[in-house]
């Protein structure tokens, strides 16, 4: 299988992550904490982990990783899949029941949130999902996000079903409906994700700029629109490095 050059980016973005140490995934969240707009989160994938490892090695409830306002655990098998794709399948409820209460119980900040996502949708039905989602609700989770809702009518159902907070995933041109957030308020949605935008308009700079080199053979004159490379250098605390080098400058 070939990649394209936004498939192989990606492809080495994570696995950079993956194989970065857990001390240093811990930092990166004090990072990204620093430097983000909103509060975040990372994500515990289902699958072959054990509870314990959840409760003790993983689990930021219990390491208090800086910066992160939230875990989400969810109910999908490994390997994961975006949940804007088909084939997904789901362990079973009473699986993901047990992972919640483990960490409700380990939970050492009362303000550190838990989510509970299901991918129940796409492959068993609604009523399943709701039927998770309320399990998952009684087990403890603050926040619910049953993935990919596939019409407006179904968002409102399920804003219709729950008390607690609820989480939308909008992914432009997915299987969920992406409504404004007056729309999301009014049917009972407190958060609103939007993973791929950011990403999707990249890729689509990225396609432009290289047409644009194999016609005209060089980014002069081009008509894509780019980031200032001063601006970039400081973004990527470049001057800070130079900084650096001019204070400790090795002397032969």
Not at 238 to 244: D, H, L, P, S, V
Request: neutral net charge; aromatic residues 10%; hydrophobic residues 40%.
């Amino acid at each position: 299988m070939r990649l394209c050059a936004a498939q192989k980016l990606m492809l080495a973005l994570a696995l950079t992550f993956c194989l970065l140490s857990r001390q240093s995934q811990k930092k990166k969240c004090a990072t990204l904490a620093n430097h983000s707009i909103c509060r975040f989160w990372p994500t515990w994938w289902s699958g072959a982990e054990r509870l314990f490892c959840l409760a003790q090695i993983w689990n930021p409830l219990a390491t208090n990783w800086p910066g992160a306002a939230a875990i989400q655990l969810e109910d999908q098998e490994f390997p994961k899949k975006c949940g804007h794709t088909p084939g997904r399948r789901v362990i079973p409820m009473e699986d993901m029941v047990r992972k919640i209460q483990v960490a409700v119980d380990s939970r050492t900040d009362p303000n550190f949130l838990i989510i509970a996502r299901t991918d129940a949708r796409t492959t068993l039905g609604l009523d399943e999902a709701l039927r998770r989602s309320e399990a998952y609700a009684r087990a403890g989770a603050d926040i619910l996000f049953v993935e990919s809702p596939e019409s407006e009518e179904e968002m409102r159902q399920i804003g219709k079903s729950f008390d607690v907070p609820l989480l939308a995933n909008m992914v432009e041109r997915g299987r969920t409906p992406v409504l404004s957030r007056a729309d999301l308020e009014s049917i009972g949605y407190k958060l609103a994700i939007f993973p791929v935008t950011a990403l999707l308009a990249s890729v689509h700079a990225m396609q432009s700029v290289y047409q644009e080199f194999q016609a005209q053979g060089s980014s002069n004159k081009g008509s894509t629109e780019l980031y200032d490379f001063a601006d970039l250098t400081k973004l990527m605390g470049f001057e800070a490095i130079w900084e650096f080098e001019k204070r400790y400058a090795e002397t032969k």
